[in-house]
């Protein structure tokens, strides 16, 4: 069965290692130079877009930010999945949260942005401080502004104004006051959805961000109350968008309480650590639903953490001697902040998962690897 993944970075090429031993053939299209590559190699192929979604036995995406073109002539081959609504509302924070208004799955209360007297509004209806966020672009906290006072009311709005200033008639910028939530913590759920709505979940990640951007999982660590909040979110959303996938759902955890932070159509950073610690991982799992066939065990096998490898010119190979860990290399050229691999850590328990993550955070420094060795002693 041939898939053609629409984005050809480390998703796609998780995917195609994952959707090789079930005997499906990926090819990426590369939205950049929008070339028909080898998801591995990078290798061009000698044809078109047009010709790899005629090829395609089904069609999928590694991340939201696509083309409206390409959206449209992946759709109107019936091969598309999860389908151009799930995508663009991933990519647009306006359709996610009127998608959560419309299912009552809570989130941070939030005021939708284009014009100056909004951001006003957002300042007296919602009180500071206020994460500003651009709708339609953006990821690892890119398109971002901190509003902590009145005097940063000027100063943000003349960056914001000119975002909205960028925009089109086919593509029209808006922008997104929420609430600063204050969170305990964050965590994710991800799970798959096949063709006749038939559901796996994960267990629940909990993630830690450094200046915007993941570096830490750890997953085994949930209690069933909140593990059930945060399905019930994911099946609420999964039905409405009719979606065929893996979905991934970001939550701040206030309290026992989760709020939805945003929702990706896709497989998912903080679900990288399933390709150890579950019978079958999310790349698995999403290439079984998009090609039409049963959705693997998602159960947790063992206690995982994962930890991002970022702006690093290799993963350093010593780490490999501390016990069952593995090496998930992208290929990439390295530049500072990058997501260049990531590493996977299992155990038997919480308590030797932290044994092991402190035997990592002796040769990963701690400014390039930040929270190794304090999850480690709140494992231990
Ligand atoms: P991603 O790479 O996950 O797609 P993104 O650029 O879409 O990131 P968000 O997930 O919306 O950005 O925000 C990045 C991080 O900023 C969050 O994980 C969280 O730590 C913080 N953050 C975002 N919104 C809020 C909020 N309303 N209150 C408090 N913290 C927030
Ligand atoms: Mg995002
Ligand atoms: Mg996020």
Redesign the pocket.
Known sequence: MNILILGAGQLARMMSLAGAPLNLNVVAYDVGTENIVHPLTGEVYNTSLQQAVEDADAITAEFEHIADDVLTLCCQSGKFYPGKAAIKTGGDRALEKALLDKTHVQC?PYQLITEKSHLVDAVARLGKPL?I?TCQA???????WRLKSDDDIAKVWSEMAEFIASGTADSPRSIIA????P?DR?VSIIGARDKHGNTVIYPLTE?Q?TN???TLSVAGKEKSAIQQQAESAFNKLAQELDYVGVLAI?F?DVQGTLLV??I?PRVH?SGHWTQQGTHCSQFENHMRAVAGLPLGNTDLLRPTAMINVLGQAAIPSQVLATRDVTSHWYGKTAKPGRKMGHINVSANTLHSLGERLAELAETLPEQDYPGVAQTSTALI
């Not at 953006?138 to 971002?144: F, R, S, V």
């Not at 929420?178 to 939530?181: A, H, N, V, Y």
């Open positions: 941070a994460v966020k953006g990821y690892d906290g890119k398109g971002q929420e609430k600063m939530i969170f964050e993630n961000h915007g951007v993941l970001e701040f932070n945003e990706a950073n």
